[in-house]
């Protein structure tokens, strides 16, 4: 079993507020964590797709009710919104008999929004915490090109062979499709949503072109927004938001969009090993959001993110503001001698940001040219996680 960075987050965040929200997609390892912390006090656990489980629930208040002296855990919560209104009487009234903290531990593999959109909000009552897959500060350091090719999903990550972790995230795929999805609510057929997801894949670390993805579905954008949205929701796809800045330049508006697991970006390509995978167009695409994905998983929890582009070409791939407004500007580069462009030192002179770095498939660190600091992805990561 691999240690998880956030499980202290999580335990921290416990001793804090009444109720915790562990966000991430299905086979994250949300249930392993909550059973792990389950075990180090009086704890009841639920699984909400369990039919036993929830008829436990048929009358909520009285059940949590004479448990308020336990951690309830409560998993796959997005299956059961009603209950949202529950918790918040509950949480109120033991608030007010001086139960302030540790009350429930709530899985779900849906995002923020979705949640407060399905029930009752739990403002000032409940902190978030998002797990994804395994990052690299959580593996071992040359398990690097393994986590990239399989993607972080645990399962696929330490799969026996490169065949089975490929078979597991095709049928992690399927599922999805097939089953969890419908089970939220929305028709939507699961072979144009694969079809759709794939697309994406195609152009991972692109910035969005609605029209071109409504006319190779042959749906209309309100559509593509609308699949865009659901796949965002349940964590599966990223999207990063232009930078916004008073520069006085033409800038792009459109966001880009990432498949967030690098392994699922290959199975949906049908790359199955490292080879296919290097000879195929997405390998830059596929590394830049590995990169994206590793810096932002390690990042401050209250940074925030963006890329920056101008009409004129001027381009930094990720924009990190760090608590307190700093910027750090990262350029990310796959191969072993990377070059910038004169549009990296153009999107400099604009941002102006405390700290430059260009992340590239090596392990040396140096600088090139004025306050630009070549890096390896590990190293900066662990930096990221030290701020």
Do not use: C
């Not at 062979?161 to 419908?182: C, H, K, Q």
């Not at 990042?299 to 924009?319: C, H, M, N, Q, S």
């Amino acid at each position: 079993m691999l240690p998880r960075r956030k499980s202290q987050v999580v335990r921290a965040r416990l001793d804090r507020f009444p109720a915790v929200a562990l966000l991430g997609p299905r086979q994250a390892g949300k249930t392993t964590l909550a059973e792990l912390i389950a075990e180090e006090r009086p704890s009841v656990y639920l699984d909400l797709e369990n039919a036993a489980d929830r008829a436990k629930l048929s009358d909520a208040a009285l059940y949590l009710t004479g448990h308020e002296d336990k951690l309830v855990i409560l998993d796959e919560v997005q299956r059961a919104p009603e209950l949202f209104q529950t918790l918040r009487g509950l949480i109120d009234r033991g608030r007010r008999r001086g139960i302030r903290a540790g009350r429930f531990l709530l899985l779900g593999s849906a995002s923020i929004d979705l949640l407060e959109q399905s029930g009752e909000s739990l403002a000032g009552r409940i902190a978030y915490v998002e797990l994804g897959p395994l990052d690299l500060l959580e593996v071992d350091a040359d398990a690097r090109d393994r986590l990239w090719v399989r993607g972080g999903f645990p399962d696929s990550f330490l799969a026996g062979s490169g065949e089975d972790s490929a078979v597991w995230r095709e049928n992690f795929i399927r599922t999805y499709l097939e089953r969890d999805i419908p089970q939220l609510g929305p028709r939507v057929p699961a072979e144009t949503l694969r079809r759709f997801w794939t697309m994406l894949a195609h152009m991972q670390g692109a910035t969005l072109n609605a029209a071109q993805l409504a006319r190779g579905l042959a749906i209309d954008g309100k559509t593509v927004a609308g699949y865009l949205d659901l796949l965002v929701d349940l964590l599966l796809v990223r999207r990063l938001p232009p930078f916004r800045a008073n520069v006085g330049k033409r800038l792009v508006k459109s966001p880009k969009v990432y498949v967030r697991d690098s392994g699922i970006v290959h199975t949906l390509l049908g790359l199955d090993d490292r080879e296919a995978v290097l000879g195929h167009p997405v390998a830059g695409g596929s590394w830049e959001g590995f990169v994206l994905e590793n810096l932002l998983g390690a990042a401050p929890e209250r940074a925030k993110a963006w890329f920056y582009r101008t009409a004129a070409g001027a381009e930094i791939d990720l924009v990190l503001e760090m608590p307190g407004g700093r910027l750090w500007a990262v350029e990310i580069k796959r191969g072993l001698a990377p070059k910038l462009t004169r549009g990296f030192h153009h999107a400099r002179e604009d941002l102006e940001p405390e700290r430059s770095f260009v992340v590239y498939s090596g392990d040396d660190r140096y600088f090139m040219g004025e306050r630009v600091e070549v890096i390896g992805l590990g190293e900066l990561a662990q930096l990221l996680a030290t701020v």
